[in-house]
């Protein structure tokens, strides 16, 4: 079975972490971040992780493409942005095979 992991600063995983995500990847500065996804991404167990559009735009544009792009584990931002639906869509659709909002 895979599991969800949850990577972003300590206010964004607490929210996770209270409804019993326990794979969860804390870091604040750009290099603590990288070194969260690639933990996050070796890690077999883990099949989505779920992160914000704050943490990505804290990587360099090369690594945050091989996050965005990732298959297994796939990556869902969250993101408050109004654009953010279509990429979740995506996100979603890439994960699983079915696209959600297709009527």
């Not at 972003?8 to 750009?30: C, D, H, P, R, T």
């Not at 603590?32 to 070796?42: E, G, I, P, V």
Request: aromatic content about 6%.
């Amino acid at each position: 079975m895979t599991e969800m992991a949850v990577v972003g600063n300590s206010e964004f995983v607490m929210g996770f972490q209270l409804i019993g995500i326990k794979k969860v990847f804390e870091g604040e500065s750009s290099v603590q971040l990288k070194a969260c996804f690639q933990d996050a991404m070796r890690d077999t167990a883990v099949g989505i992780i779920v992160t914000n559009d704050k943490a990505l735009e804290k990587l360099d544009a090369s690594f945050r493409r091989n996050v965005e792009n990732s298959i297994t584990p796939v990556t869902v931002v969250l993101s408050t942005n109004a654009g953010a639906q279509d990429n979740l869509r995506d996100m979603i659709k890439k994960a699983i095979g079915i696209d959600l909002w297709n009527k």
